[in-house]
């Protein structure tokens, strides 16, 4: 009898993970952008939906983006970025090494002409719809990781100038 109810249970186990994934597998783009806004809306955010497909949102006045990646649906990507207007491209580099060296899960990185900084925060969900117990999370260690970032220019130069306007999303082939 307890071998059969083992058995059994594992059975019901597997079922359930097959179900689960499969019910993963299921999931668009277009899903996943309708189920992003409505969980950006419930959090007090407004969201849009840009010309390549990413969810665009501010965060205190900072413009952040969900990229959704068409060919990898379990890849959830938040991304911010600014200008960095009078900072040379080798202090940008070390703030950006000391920043990543000290945050969690978000990273900074520097174009390849130094003048914009980007955080991200990259994630592999087995399931995609998993992104809403971490996101506020992943937001505030975002947030971090700017400070990070911008805390070393007072060691690097305390005169610069990193100013904040819009970066545009980036196109999903440099990714």
């Known amino acids: 009898m307890r071998k059969t109810v083992k058995i059994f249970t594992l059975f019901l186990i597997l079922c359930v993970i097959f179900v689960y994934s499969a019910a993963a597998q299921e999931v668009t783009k277009a899903d996943l952008q309708g189920i992003y806004i409505e969980h950006l809306h419930k959090e007090g955010y407004l969201p849009t939906i840009d010309d390549d497909g990413d969810i665009h949102f501010k ?5 952040y983006f969900i990229i959704i ?6 890849f ?3 991304y911010m970025g600014f200008r960095l207007n009078d900072i040379s491209v080798e202090d940008a580099l070390n703030a950006a090494n000391i920043s990543n060296r000290r945050s969690k899960v978000a990273k900074v990185a520097i174009s390849s002409d130094g003048s914009v ?16 117990p ?3 999370r992943a937001l505030s260690l975002m947030r971090n990781a700017e400070r990070n970032f911008m805390l070393q220019f007072q060691n690097f130069k305390p005169e610069a100038d990193v100013s904040r306007p819009a970066v545009e999303a980036p ?3 440099n990714l």
Do not use: M, R
Request: charged fraction near 20%; charge should be negative.
């Open 59 to 63: 965060v205190s006045g900072d413009n």
């Open 76 to 78: 959830f990507q938040v």
């Open 69 to 74: 990646n068409e060919d990898d649906l379990q």
């Open 117 to 132: 900084a980007s955080i991200t925060t990259e994630l592999l969900l087995n399931n995609p719809l998993d992104f809403a």
């Open 171 to 173: 196109a999903e082939e």
């Open 134 to 136: 971490v996101f506020s």
